[in-house]
């Protein structure tokens, strides 16, 4: 049962047009929500966060934002650059989880110059 | 600039072999976490912990175990390993209560013939 769900494997968009990534969760005891970008051969690194009492945040190009209602979650790059090419991965946590995040199965990014 | 260090970044064993992964964090935080990566599914937890000598099955511990004896290092062991175990590992670390802090190491890539 997959708590989340990243339906689009992949994504190719053009240098400098906006990149939008889409992630649904079912587990109503989520209230904060992360995005991991990857390269291949190595370890994610933390993007962006959401807590569930907020409905947008952004830093710098990355905004994410938040639909509780729908239990949907999107992260938008913009301009997107060749550099944001990789797998990007949304996550999720329940408070007194142990800060242990639950995957979706990634999205592939490629931004094409 | 926390550090989470997998000990190998490449392995090669042979079906049946015990497996030591090892994964090393110098930050003093609480919670460490083993995670597999395939394409497709995203990562998957196997096991995490939340203190030296503790450790609690996470979504897939089937054929894993881990040691626990400082709070630094984290050891996820393969008791023998199978073909189906050929994965990217990754190690994660986090302090407790902190939920943007996950850090990863940068991987073991294991392959059992």
């Known amino acids: 049962d997959q708590q989340v769900k990243q339906n689009s494997p992949s994504l190719s968009v053009q240098e400098g047009r906006i990149s939008i990534l889409n992630c649904d969760y079912t587990n109503s005891m989520f209230d904060y929500f992360l995005w991991y970008k990857k390269y291949p051969a190595e370890g994610p690194t933390f993007l962006i966060s959401i807590s569930s009492i907020k409905d947008k945040n952004e830093d710098g190009r990355f905004t994410v934002f938040l639909n509780k209602s729908a239990k949907h979650l999107s992260l938008h790059i913009v301009p997107s650059q060749p550099g944001d090419s990789a797998v990007y991965f949304c996550?999720?946590?329940?408070?007194?989880?142990?800060?242990?995040?639950?995957f979706g199965k990634g999205t592939k990014l490629t931004v094409n110059p | 600039d926390v550090k989470v260090t997998q000990s190998s970044r490449y392995l090669v064993k042979r079906t049946g072999e015990k497996v030591f992964l090892e994964c090393v964090q110098d930050?003093?935080?609480?919670?460490m976490f083993w995670y597999r990566q395939d394409p497709g599914l995203g990562l998957r937890l196997i096991y995490f912990?939340?203190?030296?000598?503790?450790?609690e099955k996470g979504d897939i511990p089937e054929g894993y175990s881990v040691s626990r004896e400082k709070k630094e290092r984290f050891s996820l062991i393969l008791e023998s390993a199978s073909t189906n175990q050929t994965s990217m590992y990754l190690c994660?670390?986090?302090?407790?209560?902190?939920?943007?802090?996950?850090?990863f190491g940068s991987g073991t890539r294991l392959t059992v013939v």
């Open positions: 930050m003093d935080h609480e919670n």
């Open positions: 912990s939340y203190d030296v000598k503790m450790k």
């Open positions: 994660a670390s986090i302090t407790g209560g902190d939920r943007d802090g996950y850090t």
């Open positions: 996550a999720a946590s329940a408070q007194g989880g142990s800060e242990k995040l639950v």
